[in-house]
């Protein structure tokens, strides 16, 4: 979209609202089942392994789809991928009572996955395209503060269903709402599009399609080989991994290795996870008030950093608590205008492309990195060292920043 479009129309902004509850979704089905397995496990009528093995397979199916569904939604566009695949995500929501076995379960949950591992890509597409550079990350931060939402959702609302109706009514109640988020969407897109009829969602393969731009392989690869994209995926792949971790074993870390009582710990970590509400949100603002992604996303992983080397220092627990604090707002600083950063790297045509496979490398280091703190911390018996090892995860991330070029008003 052309910079001559300052201001947010309230079009724009009810589609942001939709592109907020699109990125809510996936948690809402991610919690949804978490909740339901843990409160309602013995009527589900499986046992502990297999809820655990039914949760992973939504993770794995969420993470594959994520390395091409940004290649479909170059080719066919986000609204088919956004509000289609809402819909289906819905009618899978709807199945999971009436799914007769194990096998079938775990089959609907993978699909729910996969589904749902469409969304960052297709939403980063809206918007790069939808939204000008002013207002972008922004933007991108109002829309992360959905998977804070939905998790929300799932931890506040969705106890007390199953306590008052049964299991069951997480997923038809999960299904109203998603149904009706993909709808709204479809409608505020088509809406949308028609009032800026000179913003091309869509491109073609052989560029024979209308007004359609071009996509070749080997502009595909040749994008990928960005340093801005290479290092990118490399960094969001340490501070997710870094950040996913340390919430691993912080709890053990606090109780076992700073004396803390585990409750009061628990208590900590919950309370600080509210801070997405408005961080995500303030790390665009920044960024474009700053007009710079760099600006933000190096002091924030340094902040990063910084706040690693308070949770080893300090005893005291208002200090460990402003630590806890500085950790998730730093890594939202670092990592909510790094995501605009990749996209706005990537010619416009191949912004879906080139977001899902970042955002799909970056989720493997959530599940490979944790693996290594533990291997360090059954090595060495040492929560320190593991602590350690998490800082310099950040700092290398950090040292791989600076070496990105700015892309604010590139476009």
């Known amino acids: 979209m052309t910079e001559k479009k300052q201001g947010l129309p309230l079009l724009s902004w009810i589609l942001a609202v939709c592109c907020l509850m699109i990125s809510c979704i996936s948690f809402i089905m991610r919690g949804a089942w978490s909740t339901a397995s843990q ?10 392994t ?9 993770t794995l199916g969420s993470t594959i789809s994520g390395f091409f ?12 991928i956004l509000g289609g695949v809402s819909i289906c995500v819905a009618l899978l929501s709807f199945a999971i009572p009436f799914c007769p076995n194990y096998t079938t379960l775990l089959l609907v949950r993978f699909l729910s996955g996969f589904a749902t591992g469409v969304f960052f890509a297709a939403n980063m597409k809206v918007q790069v ?22 998790l929300i959702i799932s931890n506040a609302v969705f106890p007390t269903v199953i306590l008052a109706t049964g299991w069951e009514y997480v997923f ?27 913003v091309e969602f869509v491109a073609s393969a052989s560029g024979s399609a209308g007004n359609k731009e071009k996509m070749s392989l080997q502009e595909i690869i040749k994008a990928f080989a960005h340093k801005n994209i290479l290092i990118g995926s490399f960094a969001n792949f340490m501070f997710l991994g870094a950040s996913t971790g340390i919430s691993t074993y912080l709890i053990m870390y606090f109780t076992n290795e700073q004396g803390m009582d585990p409750v009061a710990a ?9 801070i997405g509400l408005f961080v995500n949100s303030l790390a665009g603002i920044l960024s474009d008030k700053l007009q710079s992604r760099k600006k933000v996303v190096i002091p924030g992983a340094a902040l990063y950093a910084l706040s690693i080397v308070g949770l080893i220092s300090f005893k005291n627990v208002l200090l460990l608590t402003i630590c806890i604090y500085l950790k998730d707002t730093s890594f939202l600083l670092a990592t909510r205008p790094l995501n605009v950063l990749v996209a706005e790297s990537a010619d416009s045509k191949y912004v879906s492309t080139v977001s899902g496979v970042y955002n799909a490398f970056s989720n493997l280091g959530m599940s490979i990195l944790p693996i290594v703190y533990g291997a360090v911390l059954s090595s060495t018996n040492s929560y320190i060292s593991a602590m350690w090892t998490a800082f310099a995860v950040v700092a290398a991330a950090l040292a791989a920043i600076v070496f990105t070029k700015e892309t604010y008003c590139k476009q």
Do not use: C
């Open 69 to 80: 569904s940004g290649l479909l939604t170059d080719l066919f566009g986000p609204k088919k």
């Open 129 to 150: 395209k939808a939204f000008p550079a002013s207002n972008r990350a922004f933007i991108h931060g109002f829309v992360m503060t959905g998977p804070n939402l939905g």
């Open 39 to 48: 409160l309602g496990y013995e009527s589900i009528g499986i046992g502990i």
């Open 172 to 198: 038809y109640i999960s299904a109203g709402m998603i149904f009706l988020i993909g709808v709204l969407f479809l409608v505020t897109f088509t809406m949308w599009s028609k009032q800026n009829p000179e």
């Open 50 to 58: 297999q809820i655990a093995v039914i949760t992973s397979a939504y």
């Open 266 to 274: 628990g208590g900590i970590i919950a309370s600080s996870s509210f």
